[in-house]
């Protein structure tokens, strides 16, 4: 069965410094990954995702994450953290089946003036 | 567009009744999910329809959980004799089709809260 690990329950950064938010996977067939945002009282939305493209991938307010296969890790990275960055961040793989989600445990980001 | 919507917002119940839970997803998406997710954790699968059918209902705990789609549309999540430990907000989502690698699409959720 797929699994998924966020090393940090909670990171806090100062505005203006980089993010990086752990993720590591298990699973036993080349997945795809996703991280997806949640800020408080919102919908899940959509950062980023692998799909056995490019190992390095860019998606959506200056967020980027690497697949690294030889590692099973998927880390978000941000150059610059804005107030607005702060929210909680999950990482997700598909299951065997390429369609359910098998969601972390989430980690919080807060971002200090 | 439309995104997904999910009515109520909120249900308060008290525990032994039964409530039903709504999701519209975006139209022309086949494959709709329904996931739960607990205070502090992630969102844990419920189950997968792809049209009208259930293609998995693995993630549903117990046969106090139901949830069905008759024309392939709106989805409803039904809980019979409510418990306490049903508390948590129930999220639905839709996506283009099943395939691997598809985005799903997340709405608000219903936060059911059993007294």
């Known amino acids: 069965a797929q699994s998924v690990t966020q090393l940090d329950s909670h990171v806090s950064v100062s505005e203006g410094t980089p993010v990086l938010l752990r993720c590591n996977y298990s699973s036993s067939y080349s997945p795809s990954l996703f991280w997806y945002v949640q800020h408080p009282n919102k919908g899940l939305q959509l950062l980023l995702k692998y799909t056995s493209a490019a190992t390095l991938v860019k998606g959506i307010n200056g967020f980027e994450a690497e697949f690294k296969k030889s590692e099973t890790s998927f880390h978000l990275t941000k150059p610059s953290a804005h107030m607005s960055d702060a929210a909680e961040y999950f990482c997700?793989?598909?299951?065997?089946?390429?369609?359910?989600?098998?969601f972390g445990p989430g980690t919080r980001l807060s971002v200090l003036p | 567009g439309a995104g997904v919507s999910q009515t109520p917002s909120n249900k308060v119940t008290e525990k032994g009744k039964y409530v039903e839970l709504r999701c519209d997803p975006i139209s022309g998406h086949t494959a709709l999910y329904w996931y739960r997710q607990s205070l502090g954790q992630g969102p844990e699968f419920l189950i997968y329809f792809q049209g009208t059918g259930a293609a998995d209902d693995s993630g549903l705990p117990n046969d106090r959980f139901f949830a069905v789609r008759p024309e392939g549309s709106v989805s409803t999540l039904k809980i019979q004799r409510t418990e306490r430990g049903d508390s948590a907000v129930y999220l639905c989502?839709?996506?283009?089709?099943?395939?691997?690698?598809?985005?799903?699409?997340f709405g608000p959720g219903t936060r059911l809260t059993v007294l």
């Open positions: 989502a839709s996506s283009p089709s099943g395939t691997e690698g598809n985005e799903q699409f």
């Open positions: 997700v793989v598909t299951d065997n089946y390429g369609q359910n989600f098998v």
